[in-house]
């Protein structure tokens, strides 16, 4: 059992940081709390079943593409549906709901309700301190590990990131020093949505593709930032682990857990706002000062 947590906490974690820190870097950055991301998250994983296993193509210039197509996707979405609605958040809100759903229906659509399954493209597992891991799975632990240390290299090691890090601290101050605001709003959409894609992407293989597939990821995703702080990196990528280890907890030592995992998830986003309302590393924005 503790094998079993282990390995299930680190994959879901794994995941619930790349999804999270995405949604952070969005909301720090263009103010916007985008309900679609983890639609870019189904997305890409369609995307990845069509390259791969209708057309074809190589698992890696598949997984390439799918990530690709998706950033390409949500640059458009966000230049012709967001960008117009900035200065009105609850007009963004519910167009990115919108913009969700519109997503679901059309997988529907094309692809049927039925759950969709991508062949293992490795097979066997690798032993690490006596704990045993499928290929597959290993994947996505060096994957999303990958991009947590290119993300944190990003933000703290180039000029991009300090664009980032500044805007998010102060948007007028940064328009004020000549900083691009809406270039650098755009590549953070871009960055997320990659991370969002790449998500999809890794675990397609491991688990089943369906239309409904952004919806438990997204609900836990909002709890995690929360928990963390939103607009908070760091808080995003701590409470990934305390969410993600949780829910193992819960699905391996609890009877009929599977089904709670979602309530503990989010009972313990409510405990930890009781005692700490902006959250574990809640970012103090400047109209809140």
Request: hydrophobic share 60%.
């Amino acid at each position: 059992m503790i094998q079993d947590i282990l390995v299930s906490g680190l994959i879901s974690s794994s995941v619930y940081a790349l999804l999270a820190i995405g949604f952070s870097l969005i909301f720090g950055v263009a103010r916007i709390v985008n309900i679609a991301h983890t639609a870019f998250y189904m997305l890409g994983a369609y995307l990845f079943y069509s390259l791969l296993v209708q057309l074809g193509i190589n698992f890696a210039i598949a997984g390439l593409l799918a990530v690709a197509g998706v950033t390409a996707l949500s640059l458009a979405c966000y230049k012709l549906i967001i960008e117009p609605l900035r200065e009105h958040e609850s007009a963004v809100l519910i167009s990115t709901i919108a913009l969700a759903i519109l997503f679901q229906e059309l997988m529907l659509l094309f692809y049927g309700g039925h759950y969709l399954g991508i062949p293992s493209t490795m097979d066997g597992a690798v032993s690490i301190a006596g704990v045993s891991i499928a290929y597959q799975r290993f994947v996505i632990l060096v994957v999303a590990f990958v991009m947590l240390a290119a993300t944190w290299y990003l933000l703290n090691h180039t000029r991009l990131g300090l664009a980032i890090r500044a805007t998010a601290n102060d948007l007028e101050v940064a328009n004020l020093m000549g900083m691009n605001v809406h270039h650098v709003a755009l590549a953070t959409v871009a960055f997320s949505a990659a991370l969002a894609a790449i998500a999809g992407v890794v675990v397609a293989p491991v688990f089943v593709v369906d239309p409904y597939m952004w919806l438990g990821p997204l609900v836990t995703m909002l709890a995690i930032v929360v928990l963390g702080g939103l607009g908070s990196v760091k808080g995003s990528v701590i409470g990934a682990f305390i969410i993600g280890f949780v829910e193992a907890i819960t699905v391996f030592a609890v009877p009929s857990g599977a089904f709670l995992k979602g309530a503990v998830a989010l009972s313990i986003m409510v405990a930890v706002l009781l005692l700490r309302p902006q959250g574990l590393y809640g970012v103090v924005f400047e109209e809140e000062r």
